[in-house]
């Protein structure tokens, strides 16, 4: 049976950081696929700047490319109204023969008891975490802990709400998101940029 990955996020932009998480699990999971899944519009996350979804799709294809186990998907994003990963799970179980592992930092774990029917999303897929620190199962409830596996990426302490800012701030990124990434970024004018900024 197939081991495929399920990353699901708004990617504003995709970084290092993403490929880093995703490439890990891949490899410490023995993954088949890894399935970039970029939210049209996330329920749980209020963000009135969030770039349009085609470019953030089209961001993803540029950093994806030339990894045969990266994959991204126009699940969500060709979606009107929010976007639910139970949704995108029992979507996904439909259409693919194999175990599911739905890949997520350690932030949305905390706030897991929130989402739209967890206890669904558990019966679809393991939790794959990548913690912040040292990362504590035993605090989490029996049910989600059997379900959840922790891997550890190198530290990279990239995030893109930090890669907004500087980019309003005109302040450098280059090394933070791949350089094609960086290009259509200013070739589109995302997130208050101008071509002279790199």
Known sequence: MSRIGVFGGTFDPVHHGHLIMAQEAVARLGLDRMLFVAA?????????????????????????????????????????????????????????????????GQDSLEEFARWRMPERILK?????????????????????????????????????????RRLKRGLPVRYWTPDLVLSYVTRHGLYGTRKRRR
């Open 124 to 164: 679809l897929a393991r939790l794959v975490v990548v913690p912040r620190g040292e990362g504590d199962l035993a605090s989490l409830p029996a049910a989600i802990r059997r379900r959840v596996v922790y891997v550890k990426p190198p530290r990279i302490g990239i995030s893109s709400s930090e890669i907004r």
């Open 40 to 104: 049209g519009r996330p329920y749980h996350k209020r963000a009135p700047d969030l770039a349009d979804v085609k470019h953030r799709v089209a961001m993803l294809r540029l950093a994806t490319r030339g990894n045969p186990v990266f994959e991204v998907s126009r699940l969500e994003a060709d979606q009107a109204g929010p976007t639910y990963t139970v949704v995108t799970l029992e979507t996904l179980r439909r259409t693919i023969r194999g175990e599911l592992y739905f890949l997520m």
